[in-house]
């Protein structure tokens, strides 16, 4: 069983520095276009849809989507920055459907916030996530580590658990900024984090926290998941959008998508056996950049196979 990343639309109601998305036409996802994807993915395997954005609710079909995946027999959640929670209202009718809600907040203040998203979605993104816990929905809490709020992940922590989150995935800015934390400070948080955190509420690390290279990728190295954009395009990643690279078209067959995602999971793990032979420590080193900067040679090799 597998799940997939549906990216709804590329509207969304902030502007946030440290975004991989780029500037980008708003542009919904066709219900048409995805007609295949619907009625042939559950033949394959794919239990779980996660829809995302942009904002997933700024969709002009959206609940017409989540209605055809509900019919089709699919479980699914969403990811969002919490802003508009109120407007998700209708989607607790598909309870036994509604599997999990992903809330991004990079901050326990709106000070170190607003360093990253806009100041106003502060407050909602905490009543967001008591809003879907206290119904009883699996709530995570998504937050991006930065010189700005690194420092404040006990706050964070305490905060959640005290909203009823029941697990909080932390991350790093992807490429370069100046609230970039360093390699070093990367793995300081993680082991820091881990220890706060153990037998309190669980925490997943996403790739691009990562800094050493037995850190797995959890994206575009897990065949697990792909990233299907409102064009209809399926990308090997959820967190670098086009940096990922196209590994298919929602019209190909099911299996040639998974089979083209194995590829490329194995593909980008012949190369972290070429360039990081050991496990030791490597200065400045990240899951996401690393496979942007390899991704072309990876690329290669799936053709190659492919032809």
């Known amino acids: 069983m597998f799940s997939v990343v549906l990216e709804l639309t590329t509207k969304c109601n902030f502007n946030c520095s440290h975004c991989v998305r780029g500037k980008r036409v708003n542009k919904d996802a066709d219900i048409n ?7 042939s993915g559950c033949n394959y395997g794919l239990d779980f849809i996660s829809l995302s954005g942009g904002e997933p609710i700024l969709c002009s079909n959206f609940y017409d989507q989540v209605g055809l995946i509900v019919d089709h027999g699919y479980d699914f959640g969403f990811v969002t920055n919490g802003y508009c929670y109120e407007e998700y209202e209708d989607l607790f009718k598909y ?7 992903i809330v991004s907040s990079d901050g326990a203040t709106v000070e170190t916030y607003k360093q990253m998203r806009d100041e106003k979605g502060f407050d909602n993104s905490w009543k967001a996530l008591k809003f879907f816990s206290s119904r009883r ?7 991006i580590l930065s010189t700005s709020n690194y420092r404040e992940y006990e706050e964070i922590i305490d905060k959640a658990i005290e909203y009823g989150v029941h697990e909080i995935a932390f991350g790093s800015i992807i490429g370069e900024s100046s609230l970039r ?35 797995r990728c959890l994206a575009a190295l ?5 990233r299907i954009s409102p064009e209809g395009k399926c990308y090997s990643c959820c967190d670098m959008g086009e940096e990922a690279g196209l590994v298919g078209l929602v019209s190909d067959t099911f299996p040639i998508i998974r089979m083209r995602s ?3 999971n194995s593909s980008i793990m012949s190369l972290y056996t070429k360039y990081f032979p050991s ?8 899951t996401c950049n690393f496979c942007i900067r390899n991704y072309p040679e990876a690329k290669k090799n799936i053709q190659a196979v492919l032809q």
């Open 279 to 286: 496990r030791n420590f490597v200065d400045d080193y990240d």
């Open 33 to 39: 276009a995805l007609d295949l994807f619907y009625s």
């Open 95 to 101: 309870k036994r459907q509604f599997k999990e809600v």
């Open 137 to 143: 929905i699996p709530t995570k809490l998504r937050t």
């Open 222 to 226: 897990n065949s697990n998941s792909i």
């Open 262 to 264: 194995v590829l490329l």
């Open 181 to 215: 934390l360093s390699a070093k400070q990367r793995l300081d948080c993680w082991m820091e984090i881990e220890n706060y955190a153990k037998n309190r509420i669980r925490v997943q690390y996403l790739s691009c926290l990562g800094n050493v290279p037995i850190f």
